[in-house]
């Protein structure tokens, strides 16, 4: 089984970086195949939390290769949640890359695990008579230390709907959950990481980030 690694998330850096710089990425170190997986790209400042600042992939499996470079400039450029991801927070960044594994069907809205599972929901919407669908990663409701209510409630939102949710528009819900590998890199483990495998920081035009004191 092939899991998330640094060096996906090295390749999601070298992708917004060279698109800043209006360069080909390096080859990216990892093998191909085929798995959904996603993007997110988080902001950390003043040592605080890190707050979101774009997430997007897809739930059915992509080269992982086209898959990475298309998701780490999708997210970080082109979440609507976001204003695009400017230069000059590159030292600022980090990445996380996931790669979704074993989808099942849920026996219910309740049948999965905070932390464990993510979870693919699908209903219809009862005031517009339209199919919605959403997904939170396996970390999201852990991480605002939701009850599996509140995180269902929260998708269900997420997928449009604006009217009163109530049990039974939950029993509704058809759920599918899934587990995933993920792996986190910040900015400046990145410059390292190039620093010492590449012989040089990288530099990004037109934002000042540079690891290296000449100009």
């Not at 605080?48 to 298309?70: S, V, Y």
């Not at 008579?129 to 230390?145: D, G, I, K, M, Q």
């Not at 939701?146 to 039974?168: F, M």
């Amino acid at each position: 089984m092939v899991s998330a690694n640094r060096e996906m998330a090295v390749f999601c850096f070298d992708t917004l970086v060279a698109h800043y710089n209006s360069e080909q990425a390096p080859p990216p170190a990892f093998d191909e195949g085929q798995h959904p997986l996603f993007v997110t790209w988080k902001k950390v400042v003043n040592g605080g939390e890190p707050r979101l600042r774009g997430c997007i992939g897809t739930l059915e499996a992509r080269a992982l290769i086209n898959g990475f470079k298309d998701y780490a400039l999708t997210s970080a450029l082109r979440d609507r949640r976001f204003p695009p991801i400017q230069p000059k927070e590159l030292p600022n960044l980090e990445c996380t890359v996931s790669i979704l594994t074993d989808y099942e069907t849920a026996l219910n809205y309740l049948d999965w695990e905070v932390g464990k599972h993510g979870m693919i929901i699908e209903f219809t919407d009862p005031d517009y008579n339209v199919r919605r669908s959403a997904t939170y990663l396996p970390e999201v409701a852990a991480h605002e230390n939701w009850t599996k209510i509140e995180t269902i409630d929260s998708l269900v939102r997420k997928a449009g709907y604006n009217g009163t949710i109530t049990e039974s528009l939950r029993k509704r819900i058809r759920l599918t959950r899934y587990q995933s590998t993920v792996y986190t890199l910040h900015y400046s483990e990145y410059a390292s990481y190039v620093k010492r495998t590449r012989g040089e920081a990288p530099e990004i035009a037109g934002a000042g980030v540079r690891s290296n004191n000449h100009h």
